[in-house]
C-alpha cells in the first residue's frame, strides 16, 4: 500500500490543478492535517518539490516514456512526477521510490501501474538527461531544466536578458528561507524560542529574523511569533507612521500586526478586507496576537467607506504572485500574460479610489509581490503623472540596502535577487 503522505500528496496536486483548491488552502485541509508530524512534512516536500520542478520532471517523462504526456491521465502523470522528483531530489531509496509510485498508481489507476514501472525503472537505469546549455540556449533551460512556463520565459529573456533570466530561474527552484518575527507583546518570546529548540538569527529588516532550525507552529498559535517574509515587513516598515493608518487590502494580517507594532501605543491601524472569511481570519489573528490597536473591518478598497483622513495608507494590492514562485510554485503553472492585463487595470483603480483617503502631508505605499512591470511602475508612474499633489519619498538606509535591484522607470523598491521579491514605491502628499 502506498503511504498515506503519497496518497495525499496527490490529492493535492489533483486539488490544485483541477482549480478546486488554492496551494494554500489545498495544505490546510482536513486530510492533511490529520497526517503525523514526519507525513506531513514530506507531503509538503513532495508537492512543492514536484510543482517548483515540474518543468524539468515533465521533460524527463517526455524523454522515457512510450506514449506523450498529453494522452496520460492526470493522475498517472501526477504519480510519475512525484516518482521522478523522488528519485532526482531526495535522499529516497531508489527501490523505495519506484514501488511507492507503483503502489500509488496500483490503487489509483490500476492499469498504469505497469507503465509507471516501466519509466520509473528506466530512470533508474539510464539517468536524467543533461540539462540543457544555459548560456547557448537560455530559453531551453528555462523551459526544461528552470521549470518556467514558456510566456513567462520568453518575456524574462526580452526584459532581463538571458543571464539575469537565468540567475532568477535558479533561485526560484530553492525552497525559501523561513522568516518570522517576534510579538512585542510577549516579554519572555526570545527564552520560549529558545525553550521550543527553535534557533534564529538576525535577518535583513529590521525585527526580522531568519529561522534555522526548529518548529515554529506551536509558537505561532500561542501568539508569540508569527512567520512573515522579508518583502511583507518591509513594505509594513514603509508605510508605519504615528495616527491613523489603513492597511486597505489586509489579509492575512501580518502587515497590520507589524503597523501596530511599530506604532507602540502612538497607532491605531483599521485592517480593511473585502472578503468575509479573510475578515474573520483576521480578526482571530488580531486576538491572538492581543493587538488592541489593530481594528478589523469588511470593507472593498475599491469603495472605501471611510470618511475621515489617514496618516498613512498601505495598498498591498492584489497581484499576479510572479515575485512568489519560489514561496507558491503553483502560480507558475496558472499565470499568464491576460492575467497580468487584468491585474494591472484593478491595481490602477484600487491606487485611484484610495488616494484620496491620504491626508496632506500624508504617505500612500503601493507594493505587489511581482516581477512585472505591469503591475510595479506602470502602475505607479502614470499615477504620479495625473496626481502632482504625490511626490516620491526617500527609502530609509536599510531599505535601500535590502533592496539591491531599482526600477529602471524610477526610484521604487524591488528587493531581490533572491527567491521572494517585492516592488514598493514610498509617495507622500504635500498638498
Known amino acids: 500500500m502506498p503511504s498515506p503522505a503519497r496518497v495525499t500528496a496527490l ?232 495616527g491613523l493608518v489603513l492597511d486597505a487590502c489586509a489579509a492575512p494580517g501580518g502587515k497590520s500586526l507589524l503597523l501596530a507594532d511599530l506604532g507602540k501605543g502612538a497607532t491605531r491601524v483599521v485592517a480593511a478586507e473585502v472578503s468575509r472569511r479573510r475578515v474573520l481570519s483576521l480578526e482571530r489573528l488580531r486576538r491572538r496576537w492581543r493587538a488592541a490597536e489593530v481594528h478589523v473591518v469588511a470593507a472593498d478598497a475599491l469603495h472605501p467607506p471611510f470618511a475621515r483622513p489617514f496618516d498613512a495608507v498601505l495598498l498591498d494590492a492584489p497581484c499576479s504572485g510572479l515575485g512568489t514562485l519560489a514561496r507558491h510554485p503553483d502560480i507558475r503553472w496558472r499565470s499568464s500574460a491576460g492575467e497580468l492585463r487584468r491585474q494591472s487595470a484593478r491595481q490602477r483603480a484600487l491606487v485611484e479610489s484610495l488616494a484620496p483617503l491620504v491626508r496632506p502631508g500624508g504617505r500612500l505605499v503601493y507594493a505587489v509581490c511581482s516581477t512585472e512591470p505591469e503591475e510595479n511602475e506602470e502602475v505607479v508612474t502614470p499615477f504620479l503623472e495625473r496626481h502632482p499633489e504625490f511626490e516620491v519619498e526617500e527609502l530609509p538606509v536599510w531599505a535601500k540596502e535590502h533592496g539591491n535591484e531599482r526600477s529602471r522607470a524610477g526610484p521604487f523598491l524591488t528587493t531581490g535577487p533572491g527567491p521572494v521579491r517585492f516592488f514598493a514605491a514610498r509617495l507622500r502628499r504635500s498638498r
Open 11 to 242: 490529492q493535492v496536486l489533483a486539488a490544485v490543478a483541477e482549480g478546486r483548491a488554492t496551494l494554500a488552502d489545498a495544505l490546510s485541509a482536513p486530510q492533511v492535517e490529520a497526517l503525523g508530524p514526519e507525513d506531513r512534512a514530506l507531503l509538503h516536500e513532495l508537492v512543492l518539490g514536484v510543482l517548483r520542478r515540474r518543468g524539468w520532471l515533465d521533460h524527463v517523462i517526455a524523454g522515457l516514456a512510450s506514449r506523450p504526456l498529453r494522452r496520460m491521465a492526470p493522475g498517472v502523470l501526477d504519480g510519475l512526477r512525484l516518482g521522478v522528483y523522488q528519485l532526482l531530489f531526495t535522499r529516497s531509496a531508489p527501490h523505495a521510490a519506484v514501488n511507492e509510485a507503483v503502489d500509488l498508481a496500483r490503487a489509483t489507476e490500476p492499469r498504469a501501474a505497469g507503465f509507471v514501472n516501466g519509466v520509473l525503472r528506466r530512470l533508474q537505469r539510464e539517468g536524467a538527461p543533461a540539462e540543457p546549455d544555459a548560456v547557448k540556449d537560455p530559453r531551453a533551460w528555462l523551459v526544461t531544466y528552470g521549470s518556467l512556463p514558456g510566456w513567462l520565459a520568453e518575456r524574462w529573456l526580452e526584459r532581463a536578458g538571458a543571464a539575469a533570466a537565468v540567475a532568477r530561474a535558479r533561485a526560484l527552484l530553492q525552497p525559501p528561507s523561513v522568516h518570522l518575527r517576534l510579538n512585542p507583546r510577549v516579554p519572555d518570546a526570545p527564552a520560549r524560542l529558545e525553550t521550543a529548540g527553535v534557533r534564529v538569527q538576525p535577518g535583513g529588516v529590521p525585527g526580522s529574523l531568519t529561522l534555522l532550525e526548529g518548529r515554529l507552529t506551536p509558537l505561532i498559535e500561542d501568539g508569540v511569533a508569527y512567520a512573515q517574509d522579508e518583502g511583507s515587513q518591509l513594505v509594513a516598515q514603509l508605510a508605519a507612521a504615528e
